[in-house]
């Protein structure tokens, strides 16, 4: 077999690595190698999104890492869950979604990126939330 040259390398097929690729390769002009260590992500835990408990210490899926002990906590090693599988992370994250802190947006602003400020950009987030109330109704 022939060696194979392509425009770009991007290792990993998470989010970012999967989104990237495409990007590149849009407009057809660049030819783009996306390098995944993990497999699929057509497993049921990962399509369920009560899954996570499944995932989360799935060597299978998930890279199981560990911080470096830290003196601050005792020594205690925290455990970081991340995907080893096509989606990354992001298909063993339990669907979990949370807002960036206010005060952050506020700092970028200030530093001169216009247009990430706090108030900029919550209408964004507030434009992908769906809000309900307990039956699943939309809430008010």
Same mark, same amino acid.
């Given at each position: 077999?022939?060696?194979?040259?392509?425009?770009?390398?991007?290792?990993?097929?998470?989010?970012?690595?999967?989104?990237?690729?495409?990007?590149?390769?849009?407009?057809?002009?660049?030819?783009?190698?996306?390098?995944?260590?993990?497999?699929?992500?057509?497993?049921?835990?990962?399509?369920?999104?009560?899954?996570?408990?499944?995932?989360?210490?799935?060597?299978?899926?998930?890279?199981?890492?560990?911080?470096?002990?830290?003196?601050?906590?005792?020594?205690?090693?925290?455990?970081?869950?991340?995907?080893?599988?096509?989606?990354? #992370?992001?298909?063993?994250?339990?669907? %979990? *979604?949370?807002?960036?802190?206010?005060?952050?947006?506020? !700092?970028?602003?200030? $530093? @001169?990126?216009?247009?990430? #400020?706090?108030?900029?950009?919550?209408? %964004? *987030?507030?434009?992908?939330?769906?809000?309900?109330?307990? !039956?699943?109704?939309? $809430? @008010?």
């Amino acid at each position: 077999m022939a060696a194979q040259e392509f425009d770009y390398i991007i290792i990993g097929a998470g989010s970012a690595g999967c989104v990237l690729a495409d990007k590149l390769s849009q407009d057809g002009r660049a030819t783009v190698l996306v390098l995944e260590a993990g497999g699929h992500d057509r497993r049921l835990w990962i399509n369920m999104p009560i899954g996570y408990g499944k995932t989360f210490y799935d060597e299978r899926v998930n890279w199981k890492f560990e911080a470096q002990p830290d003196a601050g906590l005792n020594q205690r090693r925290i455990y970081f869950p991340r995907g080893k599988v096509v989606g990354g #992370s992001s298909s063993i994250n339990a669907m %979990v *979604y949370c807002r960036g802190l206010p005060g952050d947006f506020d !700092d970028w602003a200030r $530093a @001169g990126n216009t247009g990430w #400020s706090w108030q900029d950009v919550l209408p %964004v *987030y507030q434009g992908l939330e769906n809000r309900v109330d307990a !039956d699943g109704q939309p $809430a @008010g």
